[in-house]
């Protein structure tokens, strides 16, 4: 049989990271791959306590509800971000599937084949699949330490005349770990007001800051109502609750709403319940504390591990908060090549070869590293192993 899929499907590929790190399911492969928070700091006996009597309350938490999510939990998302310095309201807050679906909603909202999304240099990988399947054209920005510069935007913007979206992560960007600097966050505004076109704001590493100030989000800049802004518990909670939140103008909350309805017809009630029963009972923002304590010690031993043994041809960025650095090797090296012939095979380690994070063209010698699983003892023995290695294949030329 001839199956007659849509066009779209063409560019819904298999992973290239997915293949690579298969063996990565394997335990005795130090893996600093995936893009977890540490289970450690799951609130595990909190919530099994909040399931059993959000159960007991009765059969309403087995039910349908509002498309857009419970009122209650609504309520608490906006009191959240109101004291963020983004004021809102439950009915500015659309509960999602995670910030996936976020994703996928705005890509599905926004783009006809062909339109222009405009990104970071790299990206998040996550989004870029979540796109593909609406048949956009990407547009690449540049970033550096202070995220994307908003001046090259400018320029890509004004070179893309159908250009519909910006999409960018500004606090500890997934794959870097750089955020958007102060000025550059009302640069990036300006631009995008000078050429009318929509900011999709991901930020579910947001509160998981470990140096410097909290920065204002981009949707509280926003002037002509432009910025959808995404979040998620799934970093800051448990991501297995698969419970994130979209936030934007009425005009484009309306009709996201209207495509969640369609997608999915609603989140898990129960979920959106136990969630709700755990910011009423427990102090989520101690949760993040205590997290981002461990988080730190493991972002600090990281980058001194790697200053100490990695050869001075290798840099990487230095995050003041989120899971992630990223590694730069010398042009003409292949990490995704190295990992599967050499590391993988002999030492035992993986991490996120750097290339499909690039939406235009791919630049093979980087790596996403995440330092937020592993206990600190194997996260430095890992790390000497990828010091190793490497100089052995250096020398080796």
Same mark, same amino acid.
């Given at each position: @049989?001839?199956?007659?899929?849509?066009?779209?499907?063409?560019?819904?590929?298999?992973?290239?990271?997915?293949?690579?790190?298969?063996?990565?399911?394997?335990?005795?492969?130090?893996?600093?791959?995936?893009?977890?928070?540490?289970?450690?700091?799951?609130?595990?006996?909190?919530?099994?306590?909040?399931?059993?009597?959000?159960?007991? *309350?009765?059969?309403?938490?087995?039910?349908?509800?509002?498309?857009?999510?419970? =009122?209650?939990?609504? &309520?608490?998302? #906006?009191?959240?971000?109101? %004291?963020?310095?983004?004021?809102?309201?439950?009915?500015?807050?659309?509960?999602?599937?995670?910030?996936?679906?976020?994703?996928?909603?705005?890509?599905?909202?926004?783009?006809? =084949?062909?339109?222009?999304?405009?990104?970071? +240099?790299?990206?998040?990988?996550? #989004?870029?699949?979540?796109?593909?399947?609406?048949?956009?054209?990407?547009?690449?920005?540049?970033?550096?330490?202070?995220?994307?510069?908003?001046?090259?935007?400018?320029?890509?913007?004004?070179?893309?005349?159908?250009?519909?979206?910006?999409?960018?992560?500004?606090?500890?960007?997934?794959?870097? $770990?750089?955020?958007?600097?102060?000025?550059? %966050?009302?640069?990036?505004?300006?631009?995008? +007001?000078?050429?009318?076109?929509?900011?999709? &704001?991901?930020? =579910?590493? %947001?509160?998981?800051?470990?140096? $410097?100030?909290?920065?204002?989000?981009?949707?509280?800049?926003?002037?002509? $109502?432009?910025?959808?802004?995404?979040?998620?518990?799934?970093?800051?909670?448990?991501?297995?609750?698969?419970?994130?939140?979209? @936030?934007?103008?009425?005009?484009?909350?309306?009709?996201?709403?209207?495509?969640?309805?369609? #997608?999915?017809?609603?989140?898990?009630?129960?979920? @959106?319940?136990?969630? *709700?029963?755990?910011? &009423?009972?427990?102090?989520?923002?101690?949760?993040?504390?205590?997290? +981002?304590?461990?988080?730190? %010690?493991?972002?600090?031993?990281?980058?001194?591990?790697?200053?100490?043994?990695?050869?001075?041809?290798?840099?990487?960025?230095?995050?003041? $908060?989120?899971?992630?650095?990223?590694?730069?090797?010398?042009?003409?090296?292949?990490?995704?090549?190295? @990992?599967?012939?050499?590391?993988?095979?002999?030492?035992?380690?993986?991490?996120? =070869?750097?290339?499909?994070?690039?939406?235009?063209?791919?630049?093979? +010698?980087?790596?996403?590293?995440?330092?937020?699983?592993?206990?600190?003892?194997?996260?430095?023995?890992?790390?000497?192993?990828?010091?190793?290695?490497?100089?052995?294949?250096?020398?080796?030329?």
């Amino acid at each position: @049989m001839t199956t007659p899929f849509a066009r779209r499907t063409s560019r819904v590929q298999p992973s290239a990271i997915r293949e690579l790190l298969r063996l990565g399911d394997d335990p005795s492969v130090i893996s600093f791959g995936g893009g977890y928070p540490d289970p450690a700091h799951f609130p595990t006996a909190e919530l099994t306590s909040i399931f059993t009597d959000v159960l007991a *309350s009765g059969a309403r938490t087995l039910q349908y509800t509002a498309s857009v999510g419970l =009122p209650r939990l609504r &309520e608490q998302i #906006a009191a959240r971000m109101t %004291r963020d310095g983004t004021p809102c309201t439950a009915d500015d807050v659309v509960i999602t599937h995670g910030g996936q679906q976020g994703l996928d909603l705005t890509g599905k909202l926004m783009i006809d =084949p062909g339109d222009v999304i405009a990104t970071e +240099n790299p990206t998040f990988l996550g #989004a870029l699949l979540a796109f593909n399947p609406y048949e956009p054209d990407y547009a690449a920005v540049r970033t550096d330490d202070d995220g994307l510069d908003p001046a090259h935007l400018d320029e890509v913007l004004t070179r893309h005349p159908r250009a519909k979206l910006v999409y960018t992560v500004p606090d500890f960007q997934n794959p870097t $770990g750089v955020s958007l600097s102060l000025e550059r %966050r009302h640069q990036l505004i300006d631009v995008a +007001n000078r050429h009318d076109v929509v900011v999709l &704001e991901d930020s =579910p590493y %947001r509160d998981l800051r470990f140096d $410097g100030d909290r920065l204002p989000t981009l949707a509280s800049l926003d002037t002509e $109502g432009r910025v959808i802004h995404l979040g998620s518990f799934s970093k800051i909670l448990a991501p297995g609750l698969r419970l994130g939140w979209m @936030m934007a103008p009425g005009p484009l909350l309306d009709r996201l709403a209207l495509l969640k309805l369609a #997608a999915d017809t609603q989140s898990s009630t129960l979920n @959106m319940a136990a969630v *709700s029963t755990y910011l &009423e009972r427990h102090d989520l923002d101690a949760q993040i504390v205590r997290a +981002n304590a461990s988080y730190r %010690r493991k972002r600090d031993l990281t980058l001194a591990t790697l200053d100490r043994l990695m050869p001075a041809d290798v840099t990487c960025t230095r995050p003041r $908060g989120g899971l992630f650095t990223w590694l730069t090797f010398p042009e003409g090296f292949d990490t995704g090549d190295f @990992m599967r012939d050499t590391l993988l095979p002999r030492a035992r380690v993986a991490y996120v =070869p750097g290339a499909t994070f690039f939406p235009t063209r791919q630049e093979p +010698n980087h790596a996403r590293l995440s330092y937020a699983t592993l206990p600190e003892e194997t996260l430095v023995h890992g790390l000497g192993l990828l010091a190793h290695h490497y100089a052995a294949a250096a020398r080796a030329g």
